[in-house]
């Protein structure tokens, strides 16, 4: 199994940017569908963005589709969520996740493991 590690979450501005990195260890990157999800106070658990483990393609939330990037380094077996022009409603605890199954995978239940979460606060 792999187990993840967050970081790189924050305080921001309206408009700036963050980059949120994941450090997976146990199993590489290339093992799992990769994704990164969000949870803001009161709400459920949200798809951000994914990797597909096949062939590293990426896939986004309608909300965050042109604004933030996904990407993996496979040497670093780290997967990272470089996210620009952040808006309030980005607020949110953020999680990295890793999937055991094939394709595009944007359901919370089906990832299996999960990192502890990173903070990230967008003031206006």
């Not at 803001?40 to 994914?50: D, Q």
């Not at 589709?65 to 953020?94: C, H, W």
């Amino acid at each position: 199994q792999v187990q993840l590690v967050e970081a790189g979450g924050g305080l921001v501005q309206a408009g700036g940017s963050l980059r949120l990195s994941c450090a997976a260890s146990g199993r590489t990157v290339t093992t799992y569908t990769m994704g990164w999800f969000r949870q803001a106070p009161g709400k459920e658990r949200e798809f951000v963005a994914g990797i597909r483990r096949s062939d590293g393609s990426r896939y986004y939330a309608d909300s965050v589709k042109g604004r933030f990037t996904i990407s993996r380094d496979i040497f670093k077996n780290m997967v990272y969520l470089q996210m620009n022009s952040l808006k309030p409603e980005d607020t949110a605890v953020y999680y990295c996740a890793a999937s055991t199954m094939l394709g595009v995978r944007t359901s919370s239940n089906e990832y299996n493991y999960w990192g502890q979460g990173t903070q990230v606060t967008v003031s206006p």
